[in-house]
C-alpha cells in the first residue's frame, strides 16, 4: 500500500472512529462499518453489544468491579465468530485466512492475558475497553471488509 493510501486510510479510520464513538464511549454501528454480509453484520452488531455491556459496566462498578463474567461472554462470543468467518475462509479456499486468522487469535490471546491481569486484582478495565474498540475497529475495516470484497469479487456470496 502506497504512503498516500495509508494516509487516506488513516483519515478514513479517524472520521469513522470519530462516529463510532458517543459521548459515553460506546461504539456504535454505523453503516460504514457493514461488509455487506447480513450473517456477519449481525454477528458484528452482538460483538458491539457485549463491548458496550462490558464498557458500561465497567463504568457502574468503578475501578474495582471483577470484569470476568463479561470477559467470559465476550471470549465465548468472539470465538463462535470467528469460527464462522474461519468456516468460509476454508469454504472459499481464501488466499489470506492464515494472517486473518492470526489476528482472531492475537485478540483471543490478549484478553485472556488482561483476564489473568484482572483476577490478580489489577485493574484492566480502561486498557481492555480501548484494546477491543481499537481492535474491532481496524479488523473490521481493513480485514473483515477484505475478504468480503474477495468473497464478491469471485462471486462467492
Ligand atoms: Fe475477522
Ligand atoms: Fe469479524
Redesign the pocket.
Known amino acids: 500500500m502506497g504512503y498516500g493510501m495509508q494516509l487516506l486510510l488513516l483519515e478514513k479510520l479517524k472520521e469513522i472512529r470519530d462516529k463510532m464513538t458517543t459521548p459515553r464511549e460506546l461504539i456504535k454501528w454505523t453503516k460504514d462499518l457493514s461488509v455487506g454480509i447480513k450473517e456477519i453484520d449481525n454477528q458484528h452488531k452482538r460483538f458491539i453489544g457485549i463491548i458496550n455491556s462490558v464498557s458500561k459496566k465497567a463504568k457502574q462498578n468503578g475501578a474495582k468491579g471483577k470484569p470476568s463474567e463479561d470477559i467470559t461472554e465476550l471470549i465465548e462470543y468472539a470465538r463462535i465468530?470467528?469460527t464462522t468467518?474461519e468456516g468460509y475462509f476454508k469454504k472459499w479456499g481464501y488466499p489470506y485466512a492464515r494472517e486473518?486468522i492470526a489476528?482472531?487469535e492475537k485478540l483471543i490471546l490478549k484478553v485472556l492475558r488482561l483476564s489473568e491481569r484482572s483476577a490478580r486484582g489489577e485493574d484492566v478495565f480502561q486498557v481492555l475497553l480501548d484494546f477491543l474498540k481499537e481492535w474491532l475497529e481496524n479488523?473490521?475495516m481493513i480485514?473483515?471488509k477484505k475478504?468480503a470484497k474477495y468473497a464478491r469479487e469471485n462471486k462467492l456470496i
Open positions: 465468530h470467528f468467518e486473518h489476528e482472531h479488523h473490521l480485514h473483515d475478504y
